[in-house]
C-alpha cells in the first residue's frame, strides 16, 4: 500500500500508511452496525427488543415498567420508577457518550407537556412550522382544502418549480395527519 501522489508529504517516504483496524463511520452500514450494538447492550440490562417496533424496548418488573425508544440517535426513556430509570442511564453511560436532555419536551414533531394529572401531546407547533415554511400563516382554515370533485388534469396549470420542496411538503403532512 501506498500515499496517492497528491497525497504524499514532502521530504516524507511514501511508504508512511495508516491502516484501519476498523472504519463505522461514513459507511451505508455505520447505522445498522451502531444498532446493532446499542441493542446488545440494552438486552445486556435486561430489556426486551418489542416484535412490533425494533426501535422500542421495554422490561417488566415487580417495581415497575421501563420503556426506551431510540431514533437515530435521540433516546427516550419513561418508567413509572426513577430508580429503574437512573440504572439503565448509567448502564448506558458507561458503553455510550450521552447528554441528559431532561424531561421530554418536543420529539419527532410532538409537543409533550407533563403534569402531576398526566401526560398532553401535541402537533401545534409541527403544523405551525408547515404553515410559516409554506407562507401559509395568515390563510384561514376551512373544512375542505379544495373541491373534492375537482377532475385534475395533466395539462392544467403550471408545474411546480421545486419538485423535490413539494414531496417534502407532502412528507410532512402525511406525518401531521
Known amino acids: 500500500m501506498e500515499q496517492p501522489p497528491e497525497f504524499v ?3 516524507e517516504s511514501s511508504s508512511l500508511v ?3 483496524h476498523k ?41 415497575g415498567c421501563i420503556y426506551l425508544i431510540v431514533y437515530v440517535d435521540d433516546i427516550v426513556l419513561t418508567s413509572s420508577d426513577h430508580h429503574d430509570i ?3 442511564k448509567q448502564h448506558l453511560c ?3 457518550q450521552m447528554k441528559n436532555l431532561g424531561k ?3 420529539f419527532l414533531g410532538i409537543e409533550v407537556a407533563q403534569s402531576k394529572n398526566g401526560i398532553v401531546i401535541s402537533q401545534r407547533k409541527y403544523a405551525l412550522d408547515i404553515l410559516e415554511e409554506t407562507g401559509l400563516m395568515s390563510s384561514k382554515p376551512i373544512d375542505t382544502p379544495m373541491d373534492p370533485n ?3 388534469l395533466p395539462s392544467q396549470g403550471e408545474p411546480f418549480s ?8 407532502v412528507g410532512k403532512s402525511n406525518y401531521l395527519t
Open 23 to 63: 472504519s463505522l463511520y461514513g459507511l451505508k452500514q455505520s447505522p445498522r452496525a451502531w444498532f446493532g450494538r446499542f441493542s446488545t447492550i440494552v438486552k445486556q440490562f435486561g430489556m426486551t427488543r418489542s416484535e412490533v417496533d425494533h426501535s422500542v424496548f421495554y422490561q417488566h418488573s415487580t417495581a
Open 18 to 20: 495508516y491502516r484501519l
Open 104 to 106: 421530554l419536551r418536543y
Open 150 to 152: 375537482a377532475k385534475l
Open 94 to 96: 458507561l458503553h455510550f
Open 9 to 11: 508529504a514532502q521530504g
Open 162 to 169: 421545486d419538485p423535490e420542496r413539494y414531496k417534502k411538503l
Open 86 to 88: 437512573s440504572q439503565i
